[in-house]
Structures are given as structure tokens and as C-alpha cells.
């Protein structure tokens, strides 16, 4: 239940808003073209897209998009009130404030991933831009569109410096250049890249376990083992075709261990790479 809100409104839209809620609260996201940046003041809060959970502690935040349904926030203890701040991005309130001259944040980059959301870890700068809009909800007639723009274009700039700035881009850009990715795209796409299974999970907005059945059902292996087989069978081709350095195709193939790899080379194959090797160049 909501205690206490408040708002401020820019181009006829809201921008930022200071929600107190009494547990147990949930709050259901329409799908729109936008994007939220969620903080937490107090209590904890429950993100929820389908299958996947996630809570989101005091002091921390979530950036995700509303381009698709499903994307809901509770209460994670029904013992505490929880208290949020929201700035949304609104497509066409953000093309008006650049002048659509959009920053890179917002232009797509290069990453197969349906991701619709990142956590981010809080610094210095992100509190203290919160404590700013804490002092504007306490005195909101010094609030003026010219305000409002300029504390929109702070929060974008603080959250393109952050460590997630790559998921940041990709989740915002998707306001502009919506793409959606079939699941063996971002399984290909991300074969010989050091990611782990979680990753995987989350480029596809599903959860870990989700994951692995959707994963089961399409290739009739678990995600572990089909990855690590086609990254041994490109190093396999990589060792007949070119001279590289046993090492550098290694790491080229995910591989970032060489005693790893040359066990695991050894157990697919029944030779060690060199052996491998030697034994195209002699046929």
C-alpha cells in the first residue's frame, strides 16, 4: 500500500517520484516505451520477470526497460515499509532534451542480448545524486523543467561511468532500437566468449533453471557441456589450419587455463594439442 508519494512532471509526463509503501506492496510495470532507474531507500524489494527473482537491498538499484510485460516489484520482507525513488525515461521526453542528438548510452551497440535488466552497484556519486532529489522533494517549488532536464541528463551521465555501463547501454538503447534476439542467436553469438551460464540466463531474461531446461529441450545437452565441445572443436580446427600459438588459440577459445585445456583437448580427442598438430602436418 502506498503511505506517501510524490512526483514531478516534465513535457506532461513523470520523470521522478518518491513512492513510501507499507507491506506487503507489489506493483505490476505496463509495458511502455521507457525505462525506470529504481532506488532503494529503505526496505528491500522483489523484482520479478517471469521466473526470475531478485532482490534488491537498501541502497541499492535496478535499471530495467517496460518494452515487455511481465515485470513486477514486492516487498522482499513483509516486516519492513520499503521507500523507492523512480526517474523514467520516456523515448520522445529524452529525444526533446538532447535535441535528438542522444547520447552513446542511448545508441545500440554491438551485444546479442535480449537483457531487460541490470543491477547497479551503487558509488559515491549515484547516493549522492539521490540525496539532490531527496532535497528537491523536500522543496519542490524550486523544481523548474530546467531542473528536471538537467538532473535527467546527470542520472544518464553518472550511469554510462558506472562498472555496468555496457548493460546500461544495452538496456537503454533498447528505447530506440528495440531488437529481439531468438535464443540460439545468443547461445551462438556468445560460444567462445568467457561468460558463465548465469550470464547466458539473464542475455536471454530467464532464470538460471529456466535456462538450462530451455537449453535441454533445444539441444538435448546441458549448457556446460555442448559450450565446452564446440569450444574444443574450434580450437581442434584452429590446430590443423593455423600456426598460433597453442596457448593464444587456447584463450581464443574461451579457454583461460592452458592445463585445462589440455586435459580437456586430451579427454574429447585422445591427444594433447601438439600431438594434435603434428599429426595434420605429417598427413
Known amino acids: ?48 520477470s517471469g521466473a526470475e527473482q531478485l532482490n ?3 541502497n541499492q538499484s535496478l535499471l530495467l526497460n517496460c518494452l515487455q510485460s511481465g515485470k513486477q516489484i514486492r516487498d522482499a520482507n513483509s516486516d519492513k515499509n520499503g521507500e523507492i525513488v523512480i526517474v523514467t525515461f520516456h523515448a520522445d521526453i529524452l529525444k526533446k ?33 539521490i540525496e539532490g532529489l531527496l ?37 537503454l538503447s533498447q528505447l530506440f532500437s528495440p531488437t529481439v ?31 538450462k531446461r530451455e537449453f535441454k529441450k533445444l539441444y538435448n545437452d546441458s549448457p556446460a557441456n555442448y559450450i565446452k565441445s564446440k569450444r574444443l572443436e574450434r580450437a581442434a580446427q584452429l590446430l590443423s589450419v593455423s600456426n598460433e600459438r597453442i596457448t593464444d588459440i587456447a584463450f581464443e577459445c574461451a579457454f583461460n587455463d592452458l592445463a585445462n585445456f589440455t586435459k580437456s583437448f ?5 591427444v594433447t594439442p601438439t600431438n594434435y598438430r603434428l599429426k595434420f602436418k605429417e598427413s
Open 1 to 48: 500500500m502506498v503511505t506517501e508519494y510524490k512526483k514531478f512532471d516534465l513535457f506532461g509526463e513523470t520523470v521522478i517520484q518518491k513512492v513510501n509503501l507499507k507491506a506487503p506492496f507489489e506493483f505490476a510495470f505496463p509495458v511502455a516505451e521507457r525505462a525506470c532507474f529504481l532506488y532503494m531507500l529503505k526496505g528491500e524489494m522483489q523484482y520479478r
Open 266 to 270: 586430451h579427454d574429447k580427442y585422445g
Open 181 to 211: 534476439f531468438t535464443f540460439k542467436q545468443i547461445i551462438e553469438a556468445h560460444l567462445f566468449a568467457p561468460i558463465s551460464v548465469e550470464d547466458l540466463a539473464q542475455k536471454n531474461n530467464l532464470s538460471a533453471s529456466s535456462f
Open 97 to 129: 532534451v538532447y535535441d535528438n542528438e542522444m547520447p552513446v548510452v542511448f545508441k545500440k551497440n554491438n551485444q546479442i542480448t535480449n537483457q531487460h535488466r541490470g543491477v547497479i552497484n551503487n558509488d559515491f556519486l549515484i547516493q549522492k545524486y
Open 135 to 171: 532535497f528537491y522533494f523536500e522543496n519542490p517549488s524550486l523544481v523548474s523543467d530546467e531542473i528536471l532536464i538537467l538532473k535527467l541528463k546527470e542520472i544518464v551521465l553518472l550511469l554510462s561511468q558506472t562498472q555496468e555501463a555496457e548493460i546500461i547501454q544495452t538496456i
Open 56 to 58: 534488491i537491498p537498501a
